[in-house]
């Protein structure tokens, strides 16, 4: 069975970079099947996509974000990551990692627990 | 960018009851379109995509539909179990890929 699991700081000041892993057990992330992303929820808040990386290393970004994040993958250890620069309050949020499943119409069908990042000082 | 909006974003209802969620894209989407339900400190589950394919082991109480700019998820009869927050999904591979605001659903 396919399991994600998020890692990472659950604090980050204000300004700094967030960064977060990603482990991939139970199926391997090298498969052209599939995008690997992350996705985030603010407390009491909706979902906000990201961005999806390939096992080649192609991304996509959400252009809201997209000039503070990177996505990037290391496929010996079956493992992608999220770094989110200049981070303020409005970053705090649950973050999770999904998979994208190309063959299923590009649903987010496995999904991390999720990992709460708060931005304070 | 594709913008999606659920109605409601609350709904009170009884064990038993039949509900109906809509969400209403921007622009036409044909059926690229996923309901997610998500529990209190979990992350979110799927539950239908490509509009009205019920994903496996999903009870068939839940169902989808809709083309174009607008969907529904019914559930036929609610169970305990089924409240929750109910979320959208625009499916694709070009982003950014949305999600409708949600729609908490409560016990009555």
């Known amino acids: 069975q396919l399991q994600l699991q998020e890692s990472g700081p659950g604090l980050v000041k204000?300004?700094?970079?967030?960064?977060?892993?990603?482990?991939?057990?139970g199926g391997s992330i090298?498969?052209?099947?599939?995008?690997?992303?992350?996705?985030?929820?603010?407390?009491?808040?909706?979902?906000?996509?990201i961005g999806n990386i390939f096992y080649t290393g192609g991304t996509y970004y959400n252009p809201s974000l997209k000039s503070r994040v990177t996505i990037s993958v290391d496929t010996f250890k079956n493992q992608f990551s999220l770094k989110l620069s200049s981070v303020t309050a409005a970053d705090t949020a649950v973050y999770y990692c999904a998979r994208l499943n190309i063959q299923l119409w590009f649903v987010n069908d496995y999904w991390g627990q999720g990992t709460l990042v708060t931005v304070s000082s | 960018d594709i913008q999606l909006t659920q109605s409601p974003s609350f709904l009170s209802a009884s064990v038993g009851d039949r509900v109906t969620i809509t969400c209403r894209a921007s622009q036409g989407i044909?059926?690229?379109?996923?309901?997610?339900?998500?529990k209190s400190g979990k992350a979110?589950?799927?539950?239908i995509y490509?509009?009205?394919?019920?994903?496996?082991?999903?009870?068939?109480?839940f169902s989808?539909?809709?083309?174009g700019t607008e969907f529904t998820l019914t559930i036929s009869s609610l169970q305990p179990e089924d409240f929750a927050t109910y979320y959208c999904q625009h499916l694709?591979?070009?982003?950014?890929?949305?999600?409708?605001?949600?729609?908490k659903l409560e016990i009555k």
């Open chain 2, 92 to 103: 694709t591979s070009y982003p950014p890929s949305s999600f409708g605001q949600g729609t």
């Open chain 2, 64 to 67: 989808g539909s809709g083309s």
């Open chain 2, 30 to 38: 044909s059926s690229y379109l996923a309901w997610y339900q998500q």
């Open chain 2, 50 to 61: 490509a509009a009205s394919t019920l994903q496996s082991g999903v009870p068939s109480r």
């Open chain 2, 44 to 47: 979110p589950k799927l539950l």
């Open chain 1, 30 to 49: 090298s498969s052209s099947n599939y995008y690997w992303g992350w996705i985030r929820q603010p407390p009491g808040e909706g979902l906000e996509w």
């Open chain 1, 14 to 25: 204000p300004s700094e970079t967030l960064s977060l892993t990603c482990t991939v057990s």
